[in-house]
């Protein structure tokens, strides 16, 4: 049994992880969250929340997870969400062309064309895992759950591959509610779907799965010089950067170089302050959940595996006994490229208006309206016209003018209605104006999570085995269960007084567990199995005194405190 089967023994006894459908033979690429698994991942969620939405100040939003076609077409994800993949052509058992060649060559396949991965197939001979039998031709396959809205499936969607899409939809709403003042940002945690082709790493690799993503809106020529660097700039980080990684005078240890996030910065190995503070952010997140400092690393991206349009990529990898190295976080320089492809297939203009030092001069429409004739067709409703045509951009504008001068009509759709404006409705006239800002395509510093990964790289990296017991060395952020409450024997009231604590302690916001069964050596290892961080045993001496143990979960230490000091001490340790 090598760490990972033993922890997934574990948690799937004590309540963690369950396969999917398992009365139904099971899925691969789909877990259960059991009690103890879901409250230690929604305590990952919430930690995060607190470094993004209470530190960072952004805010959360939430969308549907089905998304129309177009969306995803706009985005790129219809064309290129893909992976490669052979199948036997015996037993018609899917694979990933690159994960089998990885498995049976030591090469690197990132960034290889189809063509090249057949050519990888062939010269090494390899074949099924499954049967022996030979492959078919290596070619692409769509990773988006297909589905469709409505009866007769006239509207084609996807379930969403990531959140991210669902901020940048709504970049426009998010621009107005911070008053268009950047930098600004968003943050969404939701369920994420991708059809993997032979998701065959357990918990690694689902095909549903919870992310939590950010989309940082900011002042592309503000990057180099960060306002918030100066707060993280002497953080020190194992770095392995693109260039290190393709240096093969280097030895794999001597690729990771440990370095302040100031020097990597100065150094151009990271490319500007914005992704470096980002990149800091994520450290302390992780850290605070309790992973393994001794098992993060920061991976650049190298120039063939960074999307085309990115300025940076560098993700935070997870060391795991069976899988090594995985990657759990992303945190990319994104550019402006989704705001202008969303803006080129949505015809709305995404930019926001920056004030600059100096005022210069600009050219733009003003509208005059005839008001009587406005106000004689539309009725009720010619504010909203006005309203409306005062909200128009340069575009929309632009071809306003256009179609009265050609067609002598425009309809104008707003929520309310649409308004069939004619030419002598209004007068437009090109004026200067003399305005003190720009209009900008702001640029975007993604961070990425899995929470999946994530939840199961804590378990794994608090797993300890000692002599005479397992514990999961949580840290107080995310432990489930934060105190054990027990009788040290059933009778004399002491089962009374620890149900009285325990349900005090529930009060006052604190998971407590009673447990009266077995010795008490038996259930202090209980609870360290599930990673409680304290507990409080009821004895004789409670009796006399008021005064009951305290238990720590990691020195295993006990000492004395008064009972009704409970609740404050335990609430002040965490
Ligand atoms: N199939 C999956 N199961 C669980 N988590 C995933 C899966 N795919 C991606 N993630 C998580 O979502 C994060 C962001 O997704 P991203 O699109 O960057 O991943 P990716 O580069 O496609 O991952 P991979 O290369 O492992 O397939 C990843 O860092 C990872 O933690």
Redesign the pocket.
């Known amino acids: 049994m090598d760490k990972y089967d033993k922890i997934i023994d574990l948690t799937k006894r004590r309540g963690f992880l369950w396969n999917s459908f398992e009365i139904y033979g099971g899925i691969a ?1 789909f877990f259960d969250y059991g009690p103890l698994g879901a409250i230690l991942k929604n305590n990952v969620i919430n930690t995060w929340r607190k470094h993004y939405i209470v530190n960072e100040g952004f805010y959360e939003i939430d969308s549907p997870t089905v998304t129309p076609y177009e969306v995803l077409k706009a985005s790129g994800h219809v064309e290129n969400f893909t ?1 490669p993949l052979v199948e036997c052509k015996d037993c018609l058992e899917s694979f990933r062309a690159d994960h089998i060649i990885e498995e049976n060559v030591d090469v690197d396949t990132e960034g290889k064309t189809l063509q090249e991965l057949q050519e990888m197939i062939e010269k090494n001979n390899i074949r099924c895992p499954k049967c022996g039998g030979e492959f078919k031709e290596v070619s692409t396959f769509n990773l988006m759950f297909a589905t469709s809205i409505g009866p007769g499936g006239k509207r084609a969607a996807f379930m969403r ?2 959140t991210a899409q669902g901020i940048f939809i709504q970049f426009k709403r998010i621009s107005q509610f911070f008053r268009n003042k950047l930098p600004f940002g968003a943050v969404q945690i939701g369920k ?1 779907y ?1 059809n ?1 082709i032979s ?1 065959r790493q357990g ?5 549903e ?1 919870t ?1 939590a ?1 950010g989309e940082f809106f900011i002042d592309s020529r503000k990057k180099e010089n960060f306002e918030k660097f100066e707060s993280v700039k002497d953080m020190v980080l194992p770095l392995l950067s693109g260039k290190n990684q393709e240096d093969e005078s280097l030895s794999s240890e001597e690729k990771v170089v440990k370095m302040s996030l100031s020097d990597a910065v100065k150094n151009g190995i990271i490319a500007h302050e914005a992704i470096a503070y980002y990149i800091a952010v994520t450290k302390k997140f992780l850290m605070e959940i309790g992973i393994d400092e001794t098992k993060l690393r920061f991976r650049q991206h190298l120039p063939n595996e960074m999307a085309h349009y990115a300025a940076d990529c560098w ?2 990898e997870l060391y795991t006994d069976r899988y090594g190295w ?5 945190v ?1 320089d994104r550019t402006n490229y989704d705001l202008l492809a969303h803006m080129k297939n949505s015809g709305d203009d995404l930019s926001v208006f920056v004030e600059l030092d100096e005022e210069h001069e600009i050219e733009a429409y003003e509208i005059e309206l005839n008001y009587k004739l406005v106000g004689r067709t539309f009725k009720g409703d010619a504010k909203v016209l006005e309203e409306s045509l005062k909200e128009l951009d340069d575009k929309k504008m632009e071809e306003l003018v256009e179609a009265l001068e050609t067609e002598g009509k425009y309809v104008l759709k707003t929520c309310k209605r649409d308004f069939e404006i004619l030419k002598e409705y209004l007068t437009a006239k090109k004026v200067k104006k003399i305005v003190k800002g720009e209009k900008i395509i702001p640029h975007v510093i993604e961070p ?7 939840t199961y790289c804590v378990m794994e990296h608090a797993f300890k085995e000692d002599e005479d017991r397992t514990v999961m060395g949580f840290s107080n952020a995310v432990s489930p269960i934060k105190v054990g409450v027990f009788p040290l024997v059933n009778k004399e009231g002491m089962p009374e007084i620890a149900m009285d604590l325990k349900n005090k302690l529930r009060e006052n916001g604190l998971i407590a567990e009673y447990d009266d069964s077995g010795a008490i050596g038996r259930r202090y290892m209980r609870m360290d199995e599930v990673g409680t961080p304290f507990c409080i045993t009821i004895d004789g001496e409670t009796l006399k005194d008021r005064s009951v143990t305290i238990r720590e979960r990691d020195s295993r230490e006990q000492f004395r405190i008064p009972i009704n000091e409970v609740v404050p001490y335990i609430k002040d340790k965490l």
């Open positions: 690429g992976d591959p990531e994420a991708r993997e998701p918990v690694i690799r689902l095909r799965f992310q993503e993700d935070a995985i990657e759990c976080v992303g990319a990425s999570y899995g929470i999946d990964r994530i």
